[in-house]
């Protein structure tokens, strides 16, 4: 679990974060036979690539200059040699445990009085609210399509 103590770690960890989210969806929008999973990777990509390019923008207005030696640690497993429904669960799995770790990261960040610039407040709690929402719909199709029962998320 990776928690920032600033503004600046935030973007910093969240910015490879969205990135793995990014890159695993990229593999699900090519491979999976579901075309609501399909949409559903496409959303992923457009979205969290939206929110690094406001991220990246901000550290460069905001903190010019400053290098982070932090290292963010992948939580997706390679789903390269995965298809069909084994692709599909491993990813529902494996991205709803990367959500709830980016709504925490963003809770972590307004709850604890990080936010150092006013613009950031809504766009973590749109980070917080978007990927719980996601979740919740990761669930379902657990549920619907391969009969799992997943631990629940608070709302």
């Given at each position: ?56 923008t901000?550290?460069g ?16 497993g ?14 529902l ?30 766009f ?27 631990i629940?998320?608070?709302?």
């Amino acid at each position: 679990m990776s928690f920032n103590n600033s503004e600046f770690e935030f973007f910093s960890l969240m910015i490879p974060h969205h990135q793995e989210a990014i890159d695993t969806a990229q593999r699900v929008l090519e491979a999976s036979d579901r075309p609501e999973l399909r949409r559903f990777a496409e959303t992923i990509i457009t979205v969290q690539t939206a929110e690094i390019k406001q991220m990246q923008t901000w550290l460069g207005e905001w903190y010019p200059g400053q290098q982070t030696n932090l290292t963010y640690t992948p939580m997706m497993g390679d789903l390269s040699q995965l298809t069909g429904d084994a692709l599909d669960r491993t990813f529902l799995e494996g991205m709803i445990m990367h959500h709830r770790e980016a709504v925490m990261m963003a809770h972590h960040l307004v709850n604890h009085g990080l936010v150092q610039h006013q613009a950031v407040l809504p766009f973590a709690q749109t980070i917080a609210n978007t990927q719980r929402q996601e979740i919740f719909q990761m669930q379902t199709w657990l549920q619907d399509w391969f009969g799992v029962t997943p631990i629940p998320c608070a709302r």
